[in-house]
């Protein structure tokens, strides 16, 4: 069982995309879910979190433009992406943290390009 992840694609700079991620089988009840990225020469970075309860943390890059969103009953996670730049181009990733120690899932990656 895992995540996947879809609704990366090729946008131009000012254009939104919104990223959807689903396990793939049942999975164990979700405390927090996030989105990380990875851009070619970076190392992964946290865009957004929210847990079970709906309180949500951004990285300053993207505050005031993305909005990450969850469905509690499907185990799903949203990322609406507005606004988009070109540093925002890198394969974005979902995670789910379980409640019991040690549960985590990652999702396969979709890809984000924004163009100039």
């Known amino acids: 069982v895992q995540l996947q992840a879809s609704g990366g694609g090729l946008v131009q700079a000012g254009g939104s995309l919104r990223l959807s991620c689903a396990p793939s089988?049942?999975?164990?009840?979700?405390?927090?879910m996030g989105w990380y990225r990875q851009a070619p020469g970076n190392q992964r970075e946290l865009v957004a979190g929210?847990?079970?309860?709906?309180?949500?943390n951004y990285a300053d890059s993207v505050k005031g433009r993305f909005t990450i969103s969850r469905d509690n009953a499907k185990n799903t996670v949203y990322l609406q992406m507005n606004s988009l730049k070109p540093e925002d181009t890198a394969v974005y990733y979902c995670?789910?943290?379980?409640?019991?120690?040690?549960?985590?899932?990652w999702g396969q990656g979709t890809l984000v390009t924004v163009s100039s």
């Open positions: 995670n789910a943290h379980g409640w019991y120690p040690g549960v985590e899932y």
């Open positions: 089988g049942s999975i164990f009840s979700i405390n927090v």
């Open positions: 929210i847990t079970s309860g709906g309180s949500t």
